[in-house]
């Protein structure tokens, strides 16, 4: 008897988010992110705060994996090292996340009124403003943020900075 079998397409590209407790000493990022690197991960955000705990840094990393058993991988390796205190991936479903946007945009009296009702429907705020432009600061989900950049995309915008992911799971 002679089975076909159908090839499997590409494996679907998922974000992780990946928390770890570190050390807070020089050189940390950089050995983090070459274990990465050399597995061939790229690391979409990566933002690191102090805690409550001094000497302690929280480092929160945003990948795109295709493979779970892989980024298991990498994390037993950054666990390896003496500087990291625990890791973690989060579960999307528990886990709430936030990123800070600030956004620089062209304006004139003509474009003003319709880019501010654009930030009061996203509840963004406007913390600057001059005559030929605005900076506007909005906090929320990633895809809360994505959308309001395709809102704005029209517009001429001068700058973009975004923060990167950062996370915490709810308690149960």
């Given at each position: 008897?002679?089975?076909?079998?159908?090839?499997?397409?590409?494996?679907?590209?998922?974000?992780?988010?990946?928390?770890?407790?570190?050390?807070?000493?020089?050189?940390?990022?950089?050995?983090?992110?070459?274990?990465?690197?050399?597995?061939?991960?790229?690391?979409?955000?990566?933002?690191?705060?102090?805690?409550?705990?001094?000497?302690l840094?929280?480092?929160?990393?945003?990948?795109?994996?295709?493979?779970?058993?892989?980024?298991?991988?990498?994390?037993?390796?950054?666990?390896?090292?003496?500087?990291?205190?625990?890791?973690?991936?989060?579960?999307?479903?528990?886990?709430?996340?936030?990123?800070?946007?600030?956004?620089?945009?062209?304006?004139?009296?003509?474009?003003?009124?319709?880019?501010?009702?654009?930030?009061?429907?996203?509840?963004?705020?406007?913390?600057?403003?001059s005559?030929?432009?605005?900076?506007?600061?909005?906090?929320?989900?990633?895809?809360?943020?994505?959308?309001?950049?395709?809102?704005?995309?029209?517009?001429?915008i001068?700058?973009?900075?975004?923060?990167?992911?950062?996370?915490?799971?709810r308690?149960?």
């Amino acid at each position: 008897m002679n089975v076909r079998r159908e090839r499997e397409g590409p494996k679907p590209v998922v974000r992780q988010v990946v928390t770890l407790m570190v050390e807070d000493q020089p050189n940390v990022m950089a050995r983090i992110t070459s274990l990465f690197g050399r597995r061939n991960f790229n690391i979409n955000t990566l933002s690191a705060s102090e805690t409550n705990i001094p000497g302690l840094t929280r480092v929160t990393i945003v990948v795109s994996c295709d493979d779970e058993n892989a980024l298991w991988q990498i994390i037993t390796q950054v666990e390896k090292l003496e500087v990291v205190k625990s890791s973690k991936i989060l579960d999307m479903d528990k886990t709430l996340y936030r990123e800070l946007l600030l956004l620089k945009i062209a304006t004139d009296k003509d474009t003003r009124t319709s880019i501010k009702e654009i930030a009061d429907i996203y509840r963004a705020r406007i913390i600057d403003l001059s005559k030929d432009s605005m900076v506007i600061e909005l906090t929320g989900s990633p895809a809360k943020l994505d959308g309001f950049m395709n809102m704005l995309n029209c517009y001429n915008i001068i700058e973009v900075s975004r923060t990167g992911v950062t996370g915490i799971e709810r308690s149960i």
